[in-house]
Each structure stands twice: as C-alpha cells, then as structure tokens.
C-alpha cells in the first residue's frame, strides 16, 4: 500500500532558528494530514493539523504547509526551542477504513 | 484528568509466553487503537476497535489479539506465535473513526 515518507531522518538547527521538517505523501486521495511530536520514550503527541481543502494552517509557533500539486507536506517551527527537540511525525488518512497512516519519522535536535 | 492511561511502562517476558498490555481511556472515545514501533520507525497499526466488541485487523495482527468488551478498555495479547515481540507499543482513541488520534505513554516489552 501506499505509505507518508520523509525527505530527512535528522534535522539539527541553532536554537532561535527556524525548523522545517519535510514529508512526501504519496496518495493523491488522502484527505486530512496531521503532525505529531514524540519525545524519547513518550506517545506522539498532536502538534497540528489540515484537511486537503487548505493549503496552509497556523498554530502557536507551528504552521502547516500543504502543496497537492506536489503531494508534499511541511511543518515550520518558528524560533525553535530546546524543547523541541524530538522525533515529528506526519500521518495522512485515505481509504474506506479511514485509518491513519504514519512516516517513519525526522529527528529534530536544537542546538545550543 | 481525562486520558489515555497503558501499563506497565516496561514488561519482560521469556519467549514462549503469552503477555496482556493494559490500556484505558476515559475520554468517552469510540475508537481506539493499537501499534507497534521499531527503533527508528514510523507506528504500524496492529488492530483497531470502532466500537464495543467489535474489532478489525490492521497491517501487522498476525501474533496478537485483543478485545473490546468495555468501551474505555482495549487490552492487546501478544502471543508466542509473534515472531519478534520485543518493541514500543501504543495505544490511542479518538471520538471517532478516521480523526485526531491521542495516545498513551507506551509499554516497552522486551521478550527473551
């Protein structure tokens, strides 16, 4: 079956910087996308989310890129902190049983 | 607090053994699955339940079992037909099928 990946394993960025971590989704019917964070040794936790009739969503220091054309999904996290440093995950749903799929993961790691 | 709770944090067991993994919630959500996670990999859903006692397949059931006799609980066997237990395992719900899914904090087995 068709499966969410991710351009980079790691991501290391100064702390303040800007973070972008990057996910290819391959099934043009997917329809609602989501972004967890895991820390080590956690449960993902919900960062934020779209649905595929929008092409960007804000949150609090997050936003949500979505490009149909190009089926690609990204995450900006703005003036990133220690805390961020973990494991993000993006997850695409499709199909009749409406499951969600999840990438492999980007290791996100904020450097003093 | 509302949650989803799943116990224990970490479980040993000698292969050849049969082992049950705890998980609540008292969100009152419908839904509710299980998945597993390998080092460095994305979460691969096991089995999930849409509603009490009923329950579906996902990509990976071949060595496990579960049920769903009571709505906040969805306890998941893994069996010693399973050839290589030993991973992070998640439990999540949501209020229904197809949404934001929460997650709990992860059981970490190990089998020896």
Not at chain 1, 88 to 108: N, P
Request: net charge neutral; aromatic share 10%; proline share 4%.
């Amino acid at each position: 079956g068709e499966s969410v990946g991710l351009h980079l394993p790691t991501l290391s960025v100064q702390e303040g910087d800007n973070s972008i971590i990057n996910c290819a989704y391959s099934n043009s019917a997917s329809d609602y996308f989501i972004w967890y964070k895991q820390e080590s040794g956690k449960g993902p936790q919900f960062i934020i989310d779209i649905r595929s009739n929008m092409d960007k969503r804000q949150g609090q220091r997050v936003t949500v890129l979505l490009n149909k054309t190009v089926k690609h999904l990204s995450l900006q996290i703005a003036a990133t902190q220690p805390g961020d440093s973990a494991v993000y995950f993006c997850a695409e749903r499709f199909g009749s049983a409406r499951q969600l799929t999840f990438g492999s993961g980007t290791q996100l790691t904020v450097l003093p | 607090d509302g949650g989803i709770t799943q116990s224990p944090k970490y479980l040993f067991r000698k292969e050849g053994q049969n082992v049950t993994l705890s998980c609540e919630q008292n969100l009152n959500h419908d839904a509710m699955y299980w998945y597993r996670q390998d080092p460095g990999q994305g979460l691969r859903l096991i089995y999930y339940s849409q509603i009490v006692n009923d329950f579906q397949k996902g990509d990976i059931a071949e060595g496990y079992s579960v049920s769903r006799e009571k709505k906040e609980s969805f306890p998941l066997t893994v069996t010693s037909a399973q050839k290589n237990p030993t991973a992070f395992y998640l439990c999540a719900s949501s209020p229904g099928q197809g949404g934001e899914q929460y997650f709990g904090p992860g059981t970490r087995l190990t089998v020896t």
